[in-house]
Every structure is written in C-alpha cells, then in structure tokens.
C-alpha cells in the first residue's frame, strides 16, 4: 500500500514538474538532433552565403501559445528562411541564464538570444567574455560592443488605441487596466494617456494595476469599478488576465481595446481594435542585421515603420467609428511609420 | 478626490463589488470548513476550484448550455477532492504534501488542456449567468443592490450558510461529522462510521470548490485563464480560520477578503496618490489585524490533518 502511495505522489508530480514549472533544461544534444534532422532537406543559403547558429533562451515554455512561443516562431523562422543552425532553451530561472549563455557562447553560437528584459545582465556578463558572440535581448535595456537590446515601441499602439478611446468616448472618462509595473507595460499605459490627451487635454484617464498576469478577476473588478464612476471606454495590456476588462466592457455595453493579439472574437461588438506585437520580425531583424554587418551594440526600437507593432483590423466594428476618426487614426499611424510624429516614450509610473 | 470617494453611488457600487469578490471565496471557504471540521485539512483548495473553473468552462463551451458547464464545474470538483480524500483517508498519507502536490498537478493539467482547447481556434466569451431583482429588498439603500441584486448562485449561498448553521447546531449529523475531527477514536466508539463521514465531508468540499471555480467562469468572466483562481483556493483557507471554523464567519471572513480587495482596486481607478503595490497590500494588512483579534482562542478541530488508522495508537 505505501508503495502505491508513493507511486501515485511521484506520478503527480512528475506530470505537474513536466506540465506546469518545468525546471529542466532542454538538452542541446536533444534540440540539435531534431533541427538537423529538418533542415537537412531544405536548407536555403543564407543572405551571404554562408549559415549562422542561432541559440534562443526563453524564460517559459516554447510552446506556450504567447510570449516565450512567439520567439520560438521567429527562430523557427531562420532556420526556415536563411537556413540558420537553431538551439533553444526553455524555462530558464535567472540564476541560470548566464550558465545558459556561456554555453551557447563556448559551443560556437553565433549569435545568442535572450528573449526577455531578465537576460539584459547575464548578456553584458557573458558578452564581456566571448567576443566573437553577439547577444541580443528584447525588451532589455543592455548595450555593449557586443550586445544590443531589441525594444518593441509597443508606446505607439497604447497611443493610437488612446486617441481611439478619446475620440469614442461620451462622457470624457476612459480607462486603462495593467497587469504588473513593469517598464515595457507602463510605457504602454502612459502612451494611451499621451494618446488621448493629444485629442482631448481634459479628458480624465483612470489607471489600475492588477499586480497579478493571471487574476482575471480582478481585471473585471477594476474596470466595472472604472464603469460604475462613468468611464465608458475600456483599454488594457495585461495579456490573458486583460479578458476580465473586455468581459466587463461587454456587459457595460461600451467599447474596449485588445492587447497582444487580436481579441476581437473574444467580444465581437465590443473590441474596436487591439494592439499586436510582432515578435518573429523582431528575431528576424535582429539576425539580418548580424548577417549584414549592420549590428551596432545598442538598445535598438522597432516598432510600426518595422511592422513589429501593428494595430488589427476593424471588422464589423468600422461602422461604429465615424469616418473622420478613422482618417485622422490612419494619417497618424502613417505619420509614425514614416518617423513623421514620434511617440513619447515614457517608462516611469504616473500618479 | 475624498468628495468622489464619500458618495452613495461609491458605497453602493463597493458593496456590490465586496459581495462579487467574496461569493467564490465563501463557497470555497464553506467547502473547506467542511472538511476541516471532519479533520481533514484541504490544502489543495486552489486545485479543487481552478478544476472546478476549467471544467465548467470546457462543458459549457461544447455543451452550450450553462447548467451542464455548473454540473461540470462540480464533477471537476470532486475529481480533485476525491484524490486528496483517498490520499489522505484510505492512505493515511500527510494532507500537506498530498494538497500541495494536488495544486501543482491541476495547474499544469488545465493549463496543458485549455492550450488544446484554443489550439488555431478562436472562440467567444460564454454569455454568463444574468442576474435576478428581488423586488422590494433591493431598492434598500447601500446594500440592497449589494444582496438581492446578484445571481441565483448567491442568492443559493444565503440558504447553504443558514442550513450549515443548523445542521452543525442542531442536528445529531451534525454533532456526529465534528466528533469524527475533534476526536475519531471516541466517535469510532460511539459506532460513527469515521472514513465514510471523512469522504462525504471530502465530497462536500470538492461540490463546493467546484462551485467557487466555476462561479468565475459561468457568472463572472465567460472565458477560462490560465492559474484564474490567482490564489483565492489559499484566501480560502484563511477565511476558514478567520470565520473560527463557523459557516457566519467564514462568510464575514470572506466578505473582509473581497471587500479589501474591491477597496483597493477601486481607490486605484479614483487616483489615490499611492503606489498600487501598497494597496494591493490591503487585504493582507487586514487579515493580519484581523488574526490579531483571535489570538488565543483557537476553534481548531483537535485531529485536524492527523489520518486516523482503525486500531492503532
């Protein structure tokens, strides 16, 4: 009997160790074996002739269907594309990304990257001591001669989703829901206020933090808190816990924006638009610029010119915005691409 | 700032978010009183209700019908409460262990399964359970809207609290289901079948957990998230202790836990000039100054997570 019970404890944990934290390192002799084993058959000659390896670390799982999944598709895409010799790792822990890229770095990788601002420090650490590795982050803020920073302007969507709030709204109040305090989601925040206040200077933008990626919830209370004082426009960026805001939008009857990808489906009648971040151009930008020689160790912003950042189509939902809103929201955006109108770029909290 | 806070309109609109925050957390918090009271302690409440969540979420979508979500939400439930009840009853193995391994299983199964679930298709938001006027009593000032402006799910939780109440109170059931936690050997004695009431109590809570996990999803949101519970199975736990192990004051407890945190996500819309993270602290803060009011007077079933064995010492 106790056999049994260890048995079954072991078991479940096992599967929650597999499932939900991981932990363990994906071996390389593992991923190598399986890259090559596809790219065998369809290698296409990189831009100069000659093929890059390529390492990715993620922080989660490559298969997790949003951030960490999204690098992982721009990575596929070298190998795809230009051939590249891919690796990843997944689900590493902050004592371990330095270990990580030490390996990569001492095996021979070209280029290494580390997708998240957590793998800024490990990069400037371990790039002081491999040279001839170039180590690119996203969303980080390191820059050395070797390493550069890739940063979505993900600003310009929270602008634009901003001017859309204070052009819709009636009674002058509109609301923004963010997840955590981080300085790649403030920016955000701040950009939907820039954004609105650039139609109306007196419109009254109410801002709440969750302080949770996951309490979806909590993201419904704090925008029905927003509706009960008379906001009727609903914007967030807490990725999945921001369906909560879009849920109480829905029963408000008011509009909202989506964030990440296109929310639309989620509440057809009530996301206008949502703002997209296009992570696998980032990766691939990254890698066309080492290929050229047109890298510069710098922190580096792509953002709607580079079709990183991209706002979704209307739908059905294009009628309920008048004409003129459009056009002015379409010269904007134009205005950005061509570096025309630059979004202010503000990472500090506002109070 | 301070003239937009001390409205009626705020007051009402707090009391009906306290309520909203708090529902999942008494049912969860009954379902595990429940339990503790029969002497076993759940700690796997969290995996009970994201269960509970997922299941609803999964059986109202394919089904299209809420009830058959709920019905699902409970299955999902008692699966879950069924492992730790066997684990911990029929093998006598340390509940701690066994709940948290239980929170750990369920959060990477229903993540693992709600990533199939949305795999290359996107979905709609369920439309969930509307809610029913009570005529009269809801035109009360303040908390009419509060308490009889709600759901049928919280309307069901002022009866459950009413009948825990006289069944622990009144009923020899009820005598005989705290026995089996303050002392198994003498309700043994006394002829109580021990592991048959511990796996009703154990049924019970995983009913109940279903329900707070799938009130989230069928009243509240219409979409299942990942890790959606974000910690409540664990507010729960305290609720319990907080209530001293009543059904009234687990249902006091739970309405401090929600309220502090509809307090505090609402001073953030209205601009308090503090930083979000020392609201969010709120809640903690209060059951804190809570717990130090209790001190002393412990209501804890005396067998409380210690498996009794037919026969040994």
């Given at each position: 009997m106790k056999k049994l019970v260890a048995m079954a404890l072991s078991l479940t944990l096992a599967v929650s160790m597999l499932t939900?934290?991981?932990?363990t390192k994906e071996t390389k002799a593992e991923t190598s074996a399986e890259t090559t084993a596809e790219t065998s058959g369809e290698t296409t000659a990189a831009a100069d002739g000659e093929s890059l390896k390529v390492a990715l670390c993620v922080t989660?799982?490559?298969?997790?269907?949003g951030f960490c999944q999204s690098a992982y598709e721009g990575l596929v895409l070298l190998e795809e594309k230009y051939g590249a010799e891919i690796a990843y790792t997944e689900n590493l822990q902050a004592a371990d990304m330095a270990a990580a890229f030490t390996d990569y770095a001492a095996n021979g990788y070209d280029i290494v990257i580390g997708h998240g601002f957590q793998f800024g420090d490990p990069a400037l650490e371990v790039g002081a001591q491999y040279p001839d590795t170039t180590f690119i982050c996203t969303e980080a803020a390191a820059a050395s001669d070797n390493v550069a920073s890739y940063v979505m302007s993900c600003e310009q969507g929270g602008y634009i989703e901003g001017m859309l709030a204070a052009s819709m709204t009636k009674s002058n109040k509109i609301g923004f829901i963010g997840p955590i305090e981080g300085a790649s989601l403030i920016k955000i925040m701040n950009g939907f206020e820039d954004g609105a206040k650039s139609i109306n200077p007196d419109i009254e933008v109410q801002t709440a933090w969750?302080?949770?990626?996951?309490d979806t919830a909590l993201a419904k209370e704090a925008a029905q808190a927003m509706i009960d004082s008379g906001v009727d426009f609903i914007a967030h960026?807490?990725?999945?816990?921001?369906n909560g805001a879009i849920a109480a939008a829905q029963e408000a009857g008011i509009y909202a924006t989506g964030d990440?990808?296109?929310?639309?489906?989620?509440a057809p009648e009530t996301v206008l638009t949502s703002s997209m971040y296009n992570v696998p151009l980032v990766i691939e930008s990254a890698y066309l610029d080492v290929v050229n020689g047109t890298f510069k160790g710098e922190v580096k912003y792509l953002g709607m010119a580079e079709g990183v950042v991209e706002m979704a189509p209307y739908y059905d939902m294009e009628s309920a915005i008048p004409e003129d809103v459009r056009t002015m929201i379409d010269e904007k955006i134009e205005a950005i691409k061509s570096g025309e109108f630059v979004v202010p770029l503000d990472e500090n909290i506002r109070k | 700032m301070l003239e937009q806070i001390l409205t009626m309109g705020f007051f009402t609109a707090f009391f009906s978010a306290m309520v909203r925050m708090a529902v999942p957390l008494i049912y969860a918090g009954l379902g595990e009183m429940f339990a503790e009271k029969a002497g076993i302690l759940n700690i796997g409440m969290e995996g009970v209700m994201l269960s509970g969540a997922f299941c609803s979420f999964a059986g109202a979508m394919f089904s299209g019908s809420l009830m058959i979500g709920l019905l699902c939400g409970i299955l999902g439930g008692i699966a879950v409460g069924m492992i730790h009840a066997v684990l911990s009853i029929?093998?006598?193995?340390?509940q701690s262990v066994s709940g948290i391994a239980i929170n750990m299983f369920v959060l990477g199964v229903t993540s693992f399964f709600s990533r199939i679930l949305k795999e290359g298709k996107s979905y709609q938001q369920l439309t969930t359970f509307s809610t029913i006027k009570i005529p009269g009593?809801?035109?009360?000032?303040?908390?009419g809207d509060a308490l009889f402006n709600q759901d049928i799910f919280t309307y069901f939780l002022y009866v459950l609290i009413i009948v825990m109440t006289v069944f622990y109170a009144k009923t020899a059931k009820g005598l005989a289901f705290q026995a089996v936690g303050e002392h198994p050997r003498a309700a043994d004695a006394a002829g109580i079948p021990v592991h048959k009431y511990q796996y009703i109590a154990m049924l019970v809570n995983g009913i109940l957990g279903g329900i707070g996990g799938a009130y989230l999803v069928?009243?509240?949101?219409?979409v299942f998230t990942e890790n959606?519970?974000?910690g409540r199975g664990y507010i729960a736990l305290a609720a319990v202790i907080l209530g001293r192990y009543t059904p009234v004051g687990t249902f006091g407890a739970a309405l401090i836990f929600g309220g502090a945190n509809a307090l505090q996500i609402r001073l953030q819309a209205v601009g308090v000039p503090l930083p979000a993270q020392a609201l969010a602290m709120l809640p903690y803060i209060i059951t804190l100054i809570a717990l130090l009011g209790s001190i002393g007077r412990s209501n804890e079933?005396?067998?409380?997570s210690k498996p009794y064995i037919r026969g040994s010492r």
């Open positions: 939900a934290c991981g932990g989660g799982a490559v298969n997790d269907m969750t302080g949770s990626f996951t960026d807490a990725n999945e816990c921001g990440s990808y296109d929310q639309h489906e989620l | 029929k093998l006598a193995q340390n009593l809801r035109s009360i000032p303040l908390i069928l009243v509240q949101l219409g959606m519970i974000s079933p005396e067998s409380l």
